[in-house]
């Protein structure tokens, strides 16, 4: 299957992308060559081969997810400058509505 600069002046228009016409040209062909590639492995008889999502037999290599306890709120306000009703009190960045710095 041939692909078209049409085509392909379709797709990047899609992408938002622009192109020169060499480029255009270029990507082209190159698109043209992935195409028949993709083609000739599409003749490759692979009856009875197994499906494969994954070629490394690894289950899972993460740790366990286990929780740990928190932080005293006490000890951790102790560096916070100012604070109001447990929570660490910072300047106002927004002044009646209207953004300030």
Known sequence: MA???????HVAKLA???FS???LHEFT??????ID?????E?????GVPFTSNVAETINVMREDVTTGGWDRDELMKNVPESEEG???VPAIIDN???GA
């Open 43 to 47: 003749e490759v008889d692979t009856t």
């Open 16 to 18: 938002k992308l622009s």
């Open 97 to 99: 509505g209207e953004a």
């Open 87 to 89: 929570f660490i009190k």
């Open 21 to 23: 016409d060499d480029e």
């Open 29 to 34: 062909s190159q698109l043209g060559k992935i």
């Open 3 to 9: 692909i078209s600069e049409e085509q392909v002046k």
């Open 37 to 41: 590639m993709v083609e000739t492995l």
